[in-house]
């Protein structure tokens, strides 16, 4: 029974971080669609308002907003760009693209596993008035 156990040990426990690194994966997923989502509201809000805020701006927002509750995602791994968006699908309104992307805390390191960057993009359109 030892003998079993120490052949199939290391490939259950190895599976079992994996499907824990699966779970941080998708919570991170759900954090970056969320905070785009408040991002795109934050943008279509401040342009309704007549302010007319720069990609940057809105990406300095995200970065910020990324940093606090509820996301308290990592300063050091976590990206957002926002683009104009080149083809313009909406007469009467500005298309934006934001893309932000985050990479995953690796709990399988040890086994020579490295998980790539989490990514979601999402337009935002700005109607003109």
């Known amino acids: 029974m030892a003998i079993e156990f120490g052949l199939l040990g290391p490939a259950l426990l190895l599976?079992?971080?994996g499907v824990l690194q699966v779970g941080i994966a998708m919570q991170n997923y759900n954090a970056l669609r969320s905070l785009s989502?408040?991002?795109?509201?934050?943008?279509m809000v401040q342009y309704q308002t007549g302010n007319d805020l720069t990609n940057?701006?809105?990406?300095?927002?995200?970065?910020?907003?990324?940093?606090g509750a509820p996301?308290?995602?990592?300063?050091?791994?976590?990206?957002?760009?926002v683009d104009t968006a080149t083809n313009q699908r909406v007469?009467?309104?500005r298309e934006l693209s934001i893309t932000v992307s985050y990479q995953i805390d690796s709990l399988l390191s040890f086994a020579g596993i490295e998980f790539p960057f989490v990514r979601y993009t999402r337009p935002i359109f700005l109607l003109e008035e």
């Open 15 to 17: 599976m079992l971080m």
């Open 37 to 43: 989502a408040d991002v795109a509201r934050y943008a």
């Open 56 to 67: 940057s701006q809105i990406e300095t927002f995200a970065e910020n907003h990324a940093l």
């Open 71 to 81: 996301y308290l995602l990592d300063q050091n791994r976590f990206n957002a760009d």
């Open 91 to 93: 007469n009467g309104a």
